[in-house]
């Protein structure tokens, strides 16, 4: 699956700005090189060697230079690839994930059938992982690694990176219902219960199977008890009992029952 066209076209819309800059960088440097730098460029084996030891070194910066030019000029070798992996890489291990999401996808698209695709496709969501903010700021890079975590699990189902991928989803959904969670909590501050109600409902819609499910339908009744809606809240005590027996908020649930008019 393909990420939505408003991620993608952001992406790319950013990276051909810095590649136009790049392609004149690499050029201009080129034009510089001594000449055992061009010997060792002119074969690409050679070059990519060199520039994978510099990534191999952690000399980023360098290593993003080389793989660059790398996949300029040898673009129908059999390392191209290789080279477009590790470029993405290299700006990953700078924690420049935009310019790495980019490398992936254009790896993803511009050579299917490459033998890294498994590994591309991982290193694509732990991008946006890593674009993932606070809870409290915009969510839509976690939604974007959520989705690609999903599509490395249904493309390689059998995988052991797909353990790891299903765990990444845990911790994300957990950090969009908590995003959901605080947002009722501050309505219920305000003693606006409609819209901390709507709140609820949402993560429990959402991200029922998450860590707050049973704070958000104990906020939810709390809620309902303070609009006097005493049906519901029978109706959500029930619930709660049967979902969440062995939850720690058990007790204030029976303290809520007592309260409840007879």
Known sequence: MKLGKSSHSYIKSVCIVFALCFSALIFSSC?????????????????????????????????????????????????????????????????????????????????PGSDLSL????????????????????????????????????????????????????????????KELKAAEQYMILGNYKSAIIYYDALL?????????????YGKIQALMAKKKYDDVKKEIERFESKFRNSSLMPNIEKIKNRLPK
Not at 76 to 87: E, P
């Open 31 to 111: 034009g510089s090189s001594k000449k055992g730098d061009r010997d060792i460029n002119d074969d690409p084996e050679k070059a990519y060697e060199t520039a994978y030891n510099k990534y191999k070194k952690g000399d980023y910066y360098d290593a993003i230079e080389d793989f660059g030019l790398i996949k300029l000029k040898y673009s129908g070798t059999k390392i191209i690839d290789k080279a477009i992996f590790y470029l993405g890489m290299s700006y990953y291990g700078r924690k420049e994930y935009v310019l790495a999401a980019y490398e992936f996808e254009y790896l993803l698209k511009n050579y």
């Open 119 to 178: 590994k591309t496709r991982y290193q694509l969501a732990m991008c946006y992982y890593g674009l993932s903010p606070s809870y409290n700021l915009d969510q839509t890079y976690t939604k974007y690694a959520i989705q690609e975590f999903r599509n490395f699990i249904d493309l390689y189902p059998k995988d052991q990176l797909s353990i790891e991928a299903e765990k990444r989803i845990v911790e994300l959904k957990n950090k969009l219902a908590l």
């Open 205 to 217: 819609d959402e991200f029922f199977e998450t860590d707050l499910a049973d704070d958000a339908l």
